[in-house]
Each structure stands twice: as structure tokens, then as C-alpha cells.
């Protein structure tokens, strides 16, 4: 009996004090992941501390000594998940043509803008008062850096040879952005050819 108390005793030792970096960090995502999975199965207005903090097994205090407030979570909720999502939009591109090339990334940007994911993120935007403008920032810049991996394609000089780089860009990205809108707002009876786009796309951008 002794020993057992001992051992015990020794067990509850071992678990008093700070956690390691490995143990915090793996507290941060488990919090941080059932905040997502409030997002996406319940929406913002179930995005409260106390109920992360239920639904993470923990405490209001443990979320609190880890986040500022509630605007911080979701802060660091978005870049978490832009981090995810650019990991996918940012895979290198094995093709040998531009132009199948160029319609390949502008899918692959619009199904990452009109995803759930996606959705759910915009919906952190609007949380984010006093953090919109780098929330916004960091979400455009996903798109932005996954158009420079089209830009290193061997043949994109000769085939975008008559733009300046920072003009399509931008310009490609806000006419992802617009056509993501309007996929979204579309009845969803409404036949929306992405490919079809994203081909008339290609031949106002591409050099012939």
C-alpha cells in the first residue's frame, strides 16, 4: 500500500508544473481543433470561450493562458488553417504546358475559395474586428503565392511576356476571387462550368 501511495504521489509529482513544448503544443491544437469543428458543425455564434473549452475538455483558464482573448483564437484558428489549405494550393504543378498549366492552378485556387474551409474562414473574418485587415491580408496572400508557383513555370515568361508580373497577380487572383462569388451565390441548379472559365481565362491572359 506504501508503495502504491508512492508511486502515486510520484505519478501526480510528474504532472504538476508547466507542460513541455510538446505537451502545450499538442493542448493548443486540440483547442484550437474543436473550435474548427464548432465552426463548421455549429457556426460562430457557438464559437464562445466556455464552449471550446467544453467541447476541448479544458478549461476557460487553460484557453486563457494561451490566448489573449477571443479574437486570438480566431486569429490564430485562420492561420492555421490558411498554413493548411496553401500547403495543398502550393504543390508544384507538373505540366508541361502553360496554358493546362495556368487552368490547373485557377481551379485549384477556386475550389480552395468556394469550399466549406473556405466558407467557414470568411466567417472568422467577420469575427475579427480589430484583426480584419491581417486576416484579410494573410487569406489573399495564400492565392498571391500560389500564382507564384505558376509564375516559375519554365514557359510563363514567353507566354505572359506582354504583363507585368504584379498586374496579373493580382488581376488573376481577383478574377478567381470574383468567379468564387458568383459560384457561391449561384442557384444550385445553375450548371457552372469551372473548366469552361477557366479556359476563356486562359486565352485573355496567355500570349498566343
Known amino acids: 500500500m506504501v508503495a502504491?501511495?508512492?508511486t502515486l504521489a510520484s505519478g501526480q509529482s510528474r504532472r504538476i508544473g508547466r507542460p513541455s513544448v510538446e505537451e502545450a503544443a499538442a493542448l493548443e491544437s486540440r483547442i484550437l481543433a474543436a473550435a474548427w469543428d464548432l465552426l463548421l458543425t455549429k457556426g460562430s455564434r457557438e464559437l464562445s470561450i466556455e464552449r471550446i473549452a467544453r467541447a476541448a475538455e479544458v478549461s476557460k483558464k487553460t484557453i486563457y493562458t494561451r490566448f489573449q482573448d477571443r479574437s486570438d483564437?480566431?486569429?490564430?484558428?485562420?492561420?492555421e488553417k490558411l498554413e493548411a489549405e496553401e500547403n495543398g494550393l502550393c504543390e508544384d504543378v507538373q505540366i508541361e504546358e502553360f496554358a493546362s498549366a495556368f487552368r490547373s492552378v485557377g481551379e485549384r485556387i477556386?475550389?480552395?475559395?468556394?469550399?466549406?474551409?473556405?466558407?467557414a474562414i470568411g466567417v472568422v473574418l467577420t469575427e475579427l474586428p480589430k484583426a480584419r485587415h491581417d486576416a484579410w491580408t494573410a487569406t489573399y496572400a495564400v492565392g498571391l503565392?500560389?500564382?507564384?508557383?505558376?509564375?516559375?513555370?519554365p514557359s510563363a515568361a514567353?507566354?505572359?511576356?506582354h504583363l507585368d508580373a504584379t498586374t496579373f497577380r493580382h488581376a488573376f487572383l481577383q478574377c478567381l476571387i470574383g468567379h468564387a462569388e458568383n459560384m457561391i451565390r449561384a442557384p444550385k441548379n445553375e450548371d457552372v462550368s469551372t473548366a469552361e472559365w477557366m479556359t476563356a481565362l486562359s486565352e485573355l491572359f496567355i500570349r498566343n
Open 73 to 79: 483564437l480566431l486569429m490564430r484558428l485562420l492561420e
Open 158 to 161: 514567353t507566354a505572359l511576356g
Open 110 to 119: 477556386l475550389a480552395f475559395l468556394t469550399s466549406p474551409e473556405r466558407e
Open 145 to 153: 503565392r500560389a500564382i507564384d508557383g505558376l509564375l516559375d513555370h
Open 4 to 6: 502504491e501511495m508512492s
